[in-house]
């Protein structure tokens, strides 16, 4: 995911809630909702100068937002704070847009651009909201979360006591991130327990693991990318070169649980990979679609190529994969991508506030938003699974003196044998 004016979600994606609310809170929040979108209206045609018709079918639902809220203060059996529910309603108006769309109020924003700019640490870990909770979509190795014990796919049900079902995707990071050595602590819902698990992770400064290579049988070069920082194609780059030096006539791209990066590092990786074509382009309502092709001239290798990806491979990783398959330069092996690639803009109100907002999304060559459609490999090989269920979704639930025991890793890497056998089945 790419911003703007500022990357809200530059270094993780995050975690679930399941936390209760009472029940008046909840009837507040579903009835006047339409406060805030009555808000969100009238400042969009106010910016905008719109002039609806009435069989405009944004303006007739203004008209029922305004007669129900109408409703609401004349009838409700009390009287509503509306202040704190129309808060509560911009949230989830924002995150109902996509999970990188966030309202943040005065004092969230303030401790927002604080975190900008003073924290130097996080978890590393790629966290974004899934079902209305934060999921951790890949886990940096060798970073604070892998030394924790956090995993790919966990969700986390809350920070610091405080469910993220409740949060927006910038405060999640903003909690998680921090200074050196500062500890944070988590409620971690993974598949097959009852219970969450708690677990405390020491932040620190994440190193991204080196591009990792290795020659195996039949003249196969694999090379593994954890994440896309500046830089980070270049070093591909100079594996490939290697590799080809050392004999190599096949390669394999593992991006498996690469979850984070620049998009321009994804784009210049698959560019390695590719002579001609289109590798992604992005486009927004108000956002002059703008489009990357292949330079032949950045071109470095016309080796057969497999790439590898799952449920963890998001954002830059699914350019790549995307740019490849699409343009039949290559096999991908796995299972479906995350499905992550807009650009955010934060737009400051009046009074304090911000709106998080995304204005544009990065689409596969043959017209796809990865943002919604992800990356489905053209050979199918389904991850271990590891689907975390919902914290209320507790009725297969695993007893609790049973919850300790994980399953056993797996024997062999499937998708990585159906990678090589795909390979062998093609020439140079």
């Known amino acids: 995911m790419k911003q703007a004016i500022m990357k809200p979600v530059p270094q993780k994606i995050m975690s679930l809630s399941g936390k209760t609310i009472t029940m008046s809170n909840k009837i507040k929040a579903a009835i006047l909702v339409p406060s ?100 951790v979509i890949s886990v940096i190795r060798g970073g604070p979360g892998d030394k924790a014990g956090l995993q790919d796919g966990d969700i986390l049900e809350a920070i610091e006591g405080k469910s993220t079902r409740e949060m927006s995707l910038a405060e999640i990071h903003n909690m998680l991130a921090g200074q050196p050595g500062s500890n944070v602590t988590v409620s971690v819902v993974r598949a097959r327990r009852a219970e969450p698990e708690k677990l405390v992770i020491t932040r620190d400064i994440v190193v991204i693991p080196p591009v990792s290579d290795r020659m195996m ?27 080809q030096k050392d004999g190599a006539k096949k390669l394999i791209l593992d991006l498996r649980n690469c979850g984070e990066g620049e998009e321009s590092e994804g784009i210049a990786a698959a560019n390695l990979f590719l002579n001609h074509g289109t590798i992604t382009y992005l486009q927004g309502q108000k956002y002059t679609r703008e489009a990357f092709n292949a330079d032949p001239a950045k071109t470095i290798t016309s080796l057969p190529l497999v790439v590898l990806v799952n449920k963890g491979t998001a954002g830059p990783a699914e350019i790549v994969a995307a740019a490849i398959l699409e343009n039949a330069r290559g096999d991908v092996v796995g299972d479906k991508t995350f499905g992550d690639g807009s650009v955010q803009k934060v737009i400051e109100l009046g009074d304090g506030s911000a709106l998080i907002l995304s204005v544009a999304k990065y689409y596969a060559p043959s017209g796809k938003a990865i943002q919604d459609a992800a990356v489905t490999p053209n ?36 998708q990585m044998q159906k990678a090589i056998e795909v390979l062998k089945s093609r020439t140079s």
């Open 36 to 135: 805030a979108a009555v808000l969100l209206f009238m400042v969009v045609g106010g910016m905008d100068g719109v002039r609806a018709s009435s069989n405009d079918g944004a303006y007739r639902q203004l008209q029922v937002y305004s007669e129900v809220l109408s409703r609401v203060r004349a009838e409700y059996v009390e009287d509503p704070n509306l202040p704190a529910v129309t808060d509560g309603a911009l949230h989830g108006l924002l995150e109902s847009l996509d999970a990188n769309s966030s309202y943040l109020s005065a004092p969230e924003y303030k401790e927002y651009k604080a975190h900008l700019t003073g924290a130097k640490a996080d978890i590393g870990a790629a966290v974004s909201k899934r079902l209305g909770y934060a999921a």
């Open 217 to 243: 049988a039949d003249g196969i070069g694999e090379i593994q990318v954890d994440a896309f920082p500046k830089g980070k194609s270049q070093e591909i780059a100079n594996k490939i070169k290697a590799l």
């Open 379 to 414: 050979v199918l090989v389904a991850d271990e699974d590891d689907d975390a269920p919902l914290p209320d979704e507790d009725d297969n639930a695993v007893p609790a003196d049973q919850t300790k025991k994980l399953p056993p890793p797996p024997q062999q890497d499937e």
